[in-house]
């Protein structure tokens, strides 16, 4: 199997490698590629069936963290900060301990080490509300604006979520069904101690899928983490204030300098 399609912005000799949730594509972190300090590179990928990649035989958190090596691999980066959105950011943490020579640093963004509670009630239940409208015949197109909606802070522009809601109605059903019956699946929690590479948790104040609360509890486990949390901004950031993600970004890409 190939290795997954990717946009490539910048120059320099240390790479960022940035994974995107499950509602987005290469395109998601356009504003970072554009904002990198001097001397990195930034690779976006699009996940595994979606956008221009092949999707994987099964999709495993396992095949997905080979994947993301094989894309290093082709772009001739040893090593990666991995930064992760949502789902992107348990693949970062699956990247962390599967791969730990590959990682110059995590940004673990608005994600968990975990799905769900240890009560599987909760994830049987996502997964049969997040499954029943695609079983109906719907399409990402069809449900991607009220789910997009409920991601942003109370004063995101309708063109930010009309653009949010553009990526996620590009994925094809068959990625979104096999996505949402991976996430259900993660659970890294006994693994943050081993982390040891320099990490950013990256929170967002008015996320309720990530919760500060959760991402700070989160990074108070993995030594040495630094956590942020952007203020008046929802679970996707990124897009919503990308000024002040980017900062923080270039403030953690700098201290490793």
Known sequence: MSAPAYREAGQGARSVLFLHGI???????????????????GLAWDMPGYGESEPLPAMIFEALAAAAVALLDEAG?????????SMGGMIAQEIAARHPARVD???????APAFGGRDD????QFLADRLAPLDAGKTPADIAPALVAAMFGPATPEAVKA?????????????????????VTFDRRAGLERIACPTLVLAA??????????ME????????ATYRCLAGVGHLANFEDPAAFNAVLTDFLTSLD
């Open 77 to 85: 980066a040893g090593k990666a900060v991995v930064l992760g959105h």
């Open 105 to 111: 640093g995590l940004v673990l963004f608005a994600t």
């Open 163 to 183: 653009q949010a809601a553009a990526s996620m109605a590009a994925i094809p059903a068959s990625a979104y069904r096999a996505a949402l019956e991976c996430i």
């Open 121 to 124: 009630s909760f994830k049987q």
């Open 205 to 214: 104040e008015d996320d309720t899928l990530s919760p500060p609360k959760t």
């Open 23 to 41: 509602g987005g594509n290469r395109h998601s972190f356009d504003a970072q590629l554009a904002a990198l300090p001097e001397g990195w590179r």
């Open 217 to 224: 509890k989160m990074a108070g486990r993995i030594p040495g």
